[in-house]
């Protein structure tokens, strides 16, 4: 997975993923550790632009928690819960579409675009607010979800290019962690800058200023694939193309959707993911009203509680990713347990957590924090489940089927904030609070029952790449028919 210039190219390569003998591991920084720096705070800026209305739309609703010199929106927590939901519109939207042109096209001027016009939209998202209300925002943040719709499909097609089979889970995780980093340093900011005397339209100026900076950096340096990329040393290309097996720029992969809709452990890998989702972004957008409201925190603690959790969850990360590929490489596990190991991890830990944050009194706010911390630290390491999955399963696909998860996955990132604000009428009330922790909880445990169930980690026989063959060429009829029927095998 939550892996000198690159200069544009063929963007169609395909890899056929064989377990072969690989050259020893070029030491020192390499080009793949840069791609993967800027992965990393490219998913920092993107989870950083996501994120910025959770707090700060506390601070527009009640401008005497933050700074009384700027606007307040009088929005009720329907209102509120619609507007966070908003984004997640247009973020499924463009998922799969995403995937595919990533694979085609290549992720570098995608993820450049996608990144870029979200932080251009926030910084207008003050003004939207002032002339239009909540619909001109719900339509601004439908906007941004359409463009960051691109970014979770191109970083796998990234990974899938760029981080060897021995270091998947190490840069796959890395990457990654910048979602957390991100995360943890807007929810930080967002109450002291709403609390500054530049008030809460600084939250997305700023984060929308550094949004457009990333994405001129990352044209520069970021990169399709190491064939791409003229600095790297061919000692590291060879290390890294080795892990794919041989490479073919001459044909477009075909993608096998029926095969990938069908496989049992695809599904599993989906429901899984939706599960996460579901858990995750119901934390995430409605932590900082849980915390004013329950918790009685003022803004300033409440952003900083709040981001607290997403800390010890991108801390996590760098723990959880060296101990599953050593467990992994020394074959103390296989990757299939792994896998599930850290999945079971990450989504059954959390849902003990949110059991017992569904007991705690309006009083116990030292004990509902650390739960909190708990249910959302623990979950990074689904970044060694579920997240990378997709890569064990078909890396010829991966970015395809990112998009085709996390299209699923993000319809509960809609229904879980509308869910909450028809749960939770009375936002002081702690017993309310305590469905919404009951259903996420219901649904964490059957999301990993589903992977622990039917997922796997070996690469399927639909990820291999098979020819298009047109009418017109001179094979043999025989020979169409075995590629048509190889093409269609769905076997898991």
Sequence with gaps: MPFGCGCCGDSTTRY??????????????????????????????????????SVAIVAMTDRHAANDDFEEFKWDERIKSRILSSFFWGYVVTQIPAGQMAQRFGPKILLMFSIGVCALLAVLTPLCAHVGGATAVMGLRILQGLSQGFVFPSTHTMLSRWAPASERGRLGTLSYAGAQFGTVIMLAISGVLASSSMGWPSIFYISGAIGILWSVVWFFYGSNSP?????????????????????????????????????????????????????????????????????????????????????????????????????????????????????TIGLWVPMVALLGLAFVPKGGSDLAIVLLTLAVGINSATYLGFQVNHLDLAPNHAGTMMGITNCAANIMSIIAPLIVGEVITDATDPVQWRNVFYIAAAIYFFGNLTFLIFGKADVQRWNEPVPQVTSDTNVPSNVQNNQTTNNTDHSD
């Design 16 to 53: 056929e993923y064989r377990p072969i003998g690989q050259p020893q591991q070029p030491s020192g920084f390499g080009a793949r550790h840069l791609q993967t720096v800027l992965l990393f705070f490219g998913l920092t800026m993107a989870y950083a632009l996501r994120v910025n209305l």
């Design 227 to 343: 064939a791409e990329y003229r600095g790297i040393s061919p000692e590291e290309r060879e290390f890294i193309e080795s892990s794919f097996g041989q490479q073919d720029h001459s044909q477009k992969i075909v993608t096998p959707w029926i095969a990938i809709l069908t496989s049992a452990p695809m599904i599993a890998l989906t429901v899984s993911h939706m599960a996460h989702n579901w858990g995750f972004w119901t934390l995430l957008t409605e932590m900082p009203t849980y915390m004013k409201e329950v918790l009685e925190k003022d803004i300033k603690k409440n952003a900083l509680l709040s981001s607290l959790p997403y800390l010890v969850m991108w801390l996590l990360s760098f723990v959880f990713s060296p101990l599953s590929d050593f467990l992994i490489n020394r074959q103390y596990l296989s990757r299939v347990v792994s896998r599930k190991l850290f999945n």
